[in-house]
């Protein structure tokens, strides 16, 4: 087999504020024959996640960010084409950190292989996967719900936050859930057994959430930031825990809001209230891998837990697919299909 | 025994603000004979802490406030002048909840008798009472020092922060303290034996404490806030734990300080760094309170652990001296001797 045609997304520029499409290119380039220890992927679907905002910015976070001129990084499902490596034969399906293009080559340490009996493979990019393990292990370990608790969780219909909130009611607790839009409020009280779901873009947020949670909070799971974290904070009773998964509202700002400087009321509150702020990055808690996979299959398989998809066709609209999800756009977890499931 | 001349100070009116000493008042009353299940107590010593500030102000905190028109609350040490409870007798030591004045009635429940054999029974205000016993348990429990790692805490020559960095260096770990003034710096360097004290009234604080933490900081005791909270928190490192014990900067303020508001700042490096941020009070710990006797006996008797008090006499001198806490005035743990260890 001669070299692959392979169409990639790469960082064009970084951007300054919100995101653009000019930040994006899509070039096409060749994927060389996979070498001897090698398997060559073709990629089906690519996960898109608000953690790929941080990527773009020059600096350190927690993880490097992606260069300018860089394919821009993300996990996929992905079909084994070629493999040179053993444990890995044609027609497998990997996951892998693939990054944005339909195909590329590995050396085979760092994929795992996609079990097609515990559900849809595009699965493994969320409910399954690493969206899933965060919300798994955050609430768990940093969380602790308690029967008889109060959580509140924000982009509610996502994700993370679709399985924040079930998990919780699995785990007895009272979930209030905050989305943007009728839509995806009804969907998370309805299909989804939250107790309540508050749209944010309503007005009087702190308002509803303080006549939805008459218990306070006990857990905000924080992945929002900004306006819901104001609205949060002083309903948080003693002892509430914060797991800090994420800040969605901040990662386009190229400077701190204006004043007052709220930092000193937050930690009277820390203060006062005792409360635990946390933050945590899924691979933090790795080692929970099998827990999370042996418990969220089985609430999958008994109807417990509930998982919403929002599919996109076509490598090339992922960058648009991206910024829309900054602005909260999807509705369920957001994936592109980059190549169908099985070659026709 | 006729009833007793008693002297007490009350809170004469809520501060706005800066306390000033027009906000308490000292009045002359009269303290009953004991009746069949009381103990009459004559105050030693009076501990002066920073949480008496929150206590001025009205609405609840962790604890009701003071009354306008009641006595101050504060912790002493006493001796029982006469006791119609049969475990209490003349002549012993306690540590009782008495407020400002120079006698008070106990029914005896809340009376902790003072060992004396295990120092000067003013230490039960201090090294062998309540803020020892925050210093270890916030330390211990919150702080997790693993040798090796970097501590930096303020008010270091204090009541709590001496022992917080004295019980980190037992633990193995640097420790860094931040204080008032060259004289303290020198001292709790010097006697303390900390790795280095930077004075917070000198320029360019951030910078001298990123000098001080060449590994980044794993564990900051805070009980400041303000300026020095601000040159910590860039040099934090990956999983560092912040113990919240105090605000003294901001206890006087009426408004939030001017802007840009860093609340977004401070949750993103929580969540970039995994940050631990966790706010407790004493009473939280008590269940320790036996551990920490151990402990810190041993460590006092064994010169590990060295303990500074700053005594003045007068209980009239209570108001200034509190005013002059909260202003970082006090070298060492500030205590009023109200009256004589024995009766003269």
Known sequence: MAAVNNRQILLASRPRGEPTLDNFRLVEA???????????????YLSLDPYMR???????????????????????????????VPSYKTGDIVLAETGWQTFSLSDGTQLQKVDAALGPISYALGVLGMPGLTAYTGLLNIGKPQAG?????????????????????????RTIGIAGGEKKCRFVSGELGFDACLDHRQPDLAKRLQAACPNGIDIYFE????????????????????????????????????????????????????????GFIVSDFASQLSDFMADMSAWLREGRVKYREDITDGLENAPR?????????????????VGPEHRV
């Open 223 to 278: 992945s929002v930031g900004g306006a819901v974290f104001d609205s949060v904070l002083p309903l948080c009773n003693n002892f509430a825990r914060i797991p800090v998964c994420g800040l969605i509202a901040h990662y386009n700002a190229t400077e701190l809001p204006a004043g007052p400087n709220r930092v000193p009321l937050v930690m009277q509150n820390i203060l006062v209230k005792r409360l635990t702020f946390r």
């Open 149 to 173: 608790e109060t959580l509140v969780v924000a982009a509610a219909s996502g994700a993370v936050g679709s399985l924040v909130g079930q998990i919780a009611k699995i785990k007895g607790c």
């Open 321 to 337: 697919e991206l910024l829309g999800l900054l602005k909260g756009e999807n509705f369920g977890k957001k994936i592109v299909r």
């Open 54 to 84: 941080g990527r773009m910015n020059a600096g350190d976070s927690y993880a490097k960010p992606v260069e300018v001129g860089q394919v821009m990084e993300g996990r996929s499902v992905c079909e084994v084409v070629k493999s040179n």
């Open 30 to 44: 060749q994927v060389a024959e996979p070498g001897p220890q090698q398997v060559l992927l073709r990629t089906v």
